[in-house]
Protein backbone atom coordinates (compact mmCIF):
# COMPACT_ATOMS: atom_id res chain seq x y z
CA UNK A 1 0.00 0.00 0.00
CA UNK A 2 2.97 2.42 0.87
CA UNK A 3 4.74 1.82 -2.48
CA UNK A 4 1.63 2.20 -4.52
CA UNK A 5 0.35 5.53 -2.36
CA UNK A 6 3.95 6.45 -3.45
CA UNK A 7 3.62 5.87 -7.12
CA UNK A 8 0.81 7.61 -7.25
CA UNK A 9 1.91 10.86 -5.38
CA UNK A 10 4.76 10.81 -8.01
CA UNK A 11 2.32 10.70 -10.92
CA UNK A 12 0.21 13.49 -9.47
CA UNK A 13 3.34 15.77 -9.17
CA UNK A 14 4.34 14.85 -12.54
CA UNK A 15 0.74 16.03 -14.33
CA UNK A 16 0.73 19.24 -11.65
CA UNK A 17 4.16 20.30 -12.96
CA UNK A 18 3.02 19.24 -16.97
CA UNK A 19 -0.05 21.83 -15.96
CA UNK A 20 2.20 24.18 -14.80
CA UNK A 21 4.28 24.37 -17.65
CA UNK A 22 1.23 24.42 -20.01
CA UNK A 23 -0.21 27.14 -17.89
CA UNK A 24 2.77 29.30 -17.97
CA UNK A 25 3.17 28.61 -22.02
CA UNK A 26 0.15 29.59 -22.69
CA UNK A 27 0.29 33.00 -20.77
CA UNK A 28 3.24 33.74 -22.08
CA UNK A 29 2.17 33.17 -25.84
CA UNK A 30 -0.68 36.05 -24.94
CA UNK A 31 1.52 38.22 -23.99
CA UNK A 32 4.26 38.03 -26.30
CA UNK A 33 2.77 36.37 -29.47
CA UNK A 34 5.09 37.85 -31.39
CA UNK A 35 8.09 35.94 -30.26
CA UNK A 36 6.42 32.76 -29.75
CA UNK A 37 5.53 32.94 -33.41
CA UNK A 38 9.36 33.37 -33.93
CA UNK A 39 10.43 30.58 -31.87
CA UNK A 40 7.99 28.46 -33.61
CA UNK A 41 9.20 29.20 -36.96
CA UNK A 42 12.98 28.93 -36.30
CA UNK A 43 11.90 25.34 -34.88
CA UNK A 44 9.96 24.79 -37.62
CA UNK A 45 12.55 25.71 -40.78
CA UNK A 46 14.99 23.65 -39.16
CA UNK A 47 13.07 20.72 -38.88
CA UNK A 48 12.31 21.59 -42.58
CA UNK A 49 15.89 21.81 -43.21
CA UNK A 50 16.85 18.98 -41.75
CA UNK A 51 13.83 16.64 -43.81
CA UNK A 52 15.25 18.43 -46.79
CA UNK A 53 18.48 17.35 -46.73
CA UNK A 54 17.61 13.68 -45.30
CA UNK A 55 16.20 13.44 -48.69
CA UNK A 56 18.32 14.85 -50.82
CA UNK A 57 20.68 12.20 -49.35
CA UNK A 58 17.97 9.61 -49.70
CA UNK A 59 18.36 10.00 -53.87
CA UNK A 60 21.65 10.10 -53.66
CA UNK A 61 21.99 6.76 -52.45
CA UNK A 62 18.50 5.54 -54.41
CA UNK A 63 20.60 6.39 -57.27
CA UNK A 64 18.55 9.39 -58.72
CA UNK A 65 21.85 11.30 -58.82
CA UNK A 66 23.64 8.52 -60.80
CA UNK A 67 23.48 5.07 -60.18
CA UNK A 68 25.79 3.59 -57.31
CA UNK A 69 27.68 0.51 -58.19
CA UNK A 70 26.04 -2.92 -56.91
CA UNK A 71 28.26 -4.97 -54.48
CA UNK A 72 28.27 -7.37 -56.82
CA UNK A 73 29.81 -4.66 -59.56
CA UNK A 74 32.59 -3.81 -56.88
CA UNK A 75 33.82 -7.16 -56.79
CA UNK A 76 34.27 -7.65 -60.11
CA UNK A 77 36.25 -4.32 -60.44
CA UNK A 78 38.92 -4.95 -63.51
CA UNK A 79 41.42 -1.85 -64.00
CA UNK A 80 41.91 -1.41 -67.82
CA UNK A 81 45.77 -2.55 -68.25
CA UNK A 82 48.22 -1.96 -70.85
CA UNK A 83 49.06 -4.66 -73.54
CA UNK A 84 53.06 -5.26 -73.61
CA UNK A 85 54.42 -5.94 -76.66
CA UNK A 86 58.17 -8.42 -75.84
CA UNK A 87 60.55 -9.33 -78.54
CA UNK A 88 62.07 -12.93 -78.58
CA UNK A 89 64.73 -12.20 -76.50
CA UNK A 90 62.68 -11.17 -73.71
CA UNK A 91 63.10 -6.52 -74.46
CA UNK A 92 59.70 -4.42 -74.06
CA UNK A 93 59.18 -3.48 -77.83
CA UNK A 94 56.11 -1.34 -77.08
CA UNK A 95 52.60 -1.47 -75.73
CA UNK A 96 49.01 -0.59 -76.34
CA UNK A 97 46.86 1.07 -73.63
CA UNK A 98 43.80 2.92 -73.56
CA UNK A 99 45.24 3.77 -69.86
CA UNK A 100 48.60 3.36 -69.05
CA UNK A 101 48.56 0.52 -65.91
CA UNK A 102 50.47 -2.26 -64.85
CA UNK A 103 48.90 -4.00 -62.07
CA UNK A 104 50.74 -4.56 -58.86
CA UNK A 105 50.17 -6.72 -55.58
CA UNK A 106 50.64 -4.63 -52.36
CA UNK A 107 53.42 -7.53 -50.92
CA UNK A 108 55.41 -5.93 -53.86
CA UNK A 109 55.45 -1.90 -52.70
CA UNK A 110 57.38 -0.83 -50.45
CA UNK A 111 56.26 -0.33 -46.92
CA UNK A 112 57.86 3.31 -46.66
CA UNK A 113 55.15 3.93 -49.65
CA UNK A 114 52.06 2.67 -48.03
CA UNK A 115 53.14 4.77 -44.42
CA UNK A 116 53.91 7.80 -46.43
CA UNK A 117 50.46 7.74 -47.88
CA UNK A 118 48.58 6.85 -44.97
CA UNK A 119 50.76 9.50 -43.44
CA UNK A 120 49.69 12.07 -45.92
CA UNK A 121 45.90 11.18 -47.03
CA UNK A 122 44.63 9.33 -44.09
CA UNK A 123 46.33 8.75 -40.89
CA UNK A 124 43.28 6.93 -39.79
CA UNK A 125 42.71 4.58 -42.24
CA UNK A 126 42.50 1.27 -40.67
CA UNK A 127 39.84 2.60 -37.74
CA UNK A 128 37.21 4.28 -39.83
CA UNK A 129 34.79 2.28 -42.06
CA UNK A 130 35.22 4.18 -45.76
CA UNK A 131 34.04 8.13 -43.85
CA UNK A 132 36.48 10.07 -41.38
CA UNK A 133 33.91 12.63 -39.42
CA UNK A 134 37.02 14.06 -37.28
CA UNK A 135 38.05 15.09 -40.91
CA UNK A 136 34.76 16.45 -41.71
CA UNK A 137 34.84 18.62 -38.54
CA UNK A 138 38.35 19.53 -39.29
CA UNK A 139 37.40 20.71 -42.88
CA UNK A 140 34.80 22.54 -41.96
CA UNK A 141 36.27 24.81 -38.74
CA UNK A 142 39.86 25.21 -40.56
CA UNK A 143 38.85 25.48 -44.20
CA UNK A 144 35.35 26.71 -44.53
CA UNK A 145 35.35 28.87 -40.89
CA UNK A 146 39.32 30.07 -40.99
CA UNK A 147 39.78 29.96 -44.53
CA UNK A 148 42.97 28.09 -43.81
CA UNK A 149 43.37 26.31 -46.95
CA UNK A 150 46.78 24.44 -45.64
CA UNK A 151 44.45 22.35 -43.57
CA UNK A 152 43.76 19.67 -45.89
CA UNK A 153 41.02 17.73 -47.26
CA UNK A 154 38.21 15.54 -45.48
CA UNK A 155 38.47 12.56 -48.14
CA UNK A 156 39.36 9.23 -46.63
CA UNK A 157 41.65 6.84 -49.18
CA UNK A 158 38.32 4.65 -49.46
CA UNK A 159 36.62 8.23 -51.07
CA UNK A 160 39.80 8.66 -52.94
CA UNK A 161 39.28 5.44 -54.64
CA UNK A 162 35.31 5.73 -55.28
CA UNK A 163 36.20 8.66 -57.03
CA UNK A 164 39.60 7.07 -58.95
CA UNK A 165 37.09 4.21 -59.88
CA UNK A 166 34.13 6.53 -60.61
CA UNK A 167 35.14 9.84 -61.83
CA UNK A 168 32.81 12.54 -61.27
CA UNK A 169 30.03 14.28 -63.06
CA UNK A 170 28.56 17.64 -63.65
CA UNK A 171 25.48 18.44 -61.51
CA UNK A 172 26.08 22.34 -62.75
CA UNK A 173 25.09 24.13 -58.90
CA UNK A 174 25.53 20.88 -56.67
CA UNK A 175 28.06 18.84 -58.72
CA UNK A 176 30.38 19.17 -55.00
CA UNK A 177 28.29 17.98 -52.56
CA UNK A 178 26.59 15.07 -54.86
CA UNK A 179 29.73 13.78 -56.06
CA UNK A 180 30.89 13.84 -52.52
CA UNK A 181 28.18 12.15 -51.14
CA UNK A 182 28.29 9.72 -54.09
CA UNK A 183 31.87 8.85 -53.02
CA UNK A 184 30.62 8.39 -49.32
CA UNK A 185 28.18 5.59 -50.40
CA UNK A 186 30.68 4.06 -52.63
CA UNK A 187 33.36 4.26 -50.13
CA UNK A 188 31.15 2.64 -47.64
CA UNK A 189 30.57 -0.37 -49.83
CA UNK A 190 34.06 -0.86 -50.81
CA UNK A 191 34.84 -0.83 -46.79
CA UNK A 192 32.64 -3.64 -46.49
CA UNK A 193 33.34 -5.82 -49.28
CA UNK A 194 37.15 -5.50 -49.32
CA UNK A 195 39.80 -5.64 -46.62
CA UNK A 196 42.15 -3.07 -45.89
CA UNK A 197 44.95 -4.27 -47.46
CA UNK A 198 42.70 -5.06 -50.64
CA UNK A 199 41.64 -1.00 -50.42
CA UNK A 200 45.36 -0.01 -50.61
CA UNK A 201 46.22 -2.33 -53.32
CA UNK A 202 43.02 -1.14 -55.63
CA UNK A 203 43.87 2.17 -54.61
CA UNK A 204 47.84 2.04 -55.70
CA UNK A 205 46.85 0.91 -58.76
CA UNK A 206 44.09 3.41 -59.92
CA UNK A 207 45.65 6.54 -58.37
CA UNK A 208 46.24 8.71 -61.75
CA UNK A 209 49.77 10.38 -61.96
CA UNK A 210 49.86 13.46 -65.37
CA UNK A 211 50.65 11.98 -68.88
CA UNK A 212 48.05 9.27 -68.46
CA UNK A 213 50.17 7.63 -66.51
CA UNK A 214 47.71 5.17 -64.01
CA UNK A 215 49.21 3.05 -61.05
CA UNK A 216 52.35 3.25 -59.28
CA UNK A 217 54.32 0.66 -60.91
CA UNK A 218 54.01 2.45 -64.40
CA UNK A 219 54.41 6.00 -62.43
CA UNK A 220 57.60 4.43 -60.85
CA UNK A 221 59.20 3.55 -63.87
CA UNK A 222 58.54 6.82 -65.80
CA UNK A 223 59.64 9.01 -63.17
CA UNK A 224 62.04 7.35 -61.33
CA UNK A 225 63.44 4.35 -63.82
Known amino acids: MRASFSIKSVFSK ?8 SANVKAFRKKRPFLMW ?29 KIPTHQE ?31 ELKDISPAVINAL ?13 VDLRSWFRVFFKSVLMKDKASGGGSTLSQQLAKNLYPRRDY ?17 RLEQLYSKDELLQLYMNTVAFSNNTYGIRVAGKRFFQ
Not at 14 to 21: A, C
Not at 44 to 66: E, K, N, P, Q
Open 118 to 130: IATEDARFFEHMG
Open 38 to 66: SIYSFFGLIGLGALTVSVFVALIGFGFYG
Open 172 to 188: KYFSLVVNKLREVFIAR
Open 14 to 21: FRGTLKNI
Open 74 to 104: LLAIQNPVASEVISSDGLLMGKYYVQDRLNV
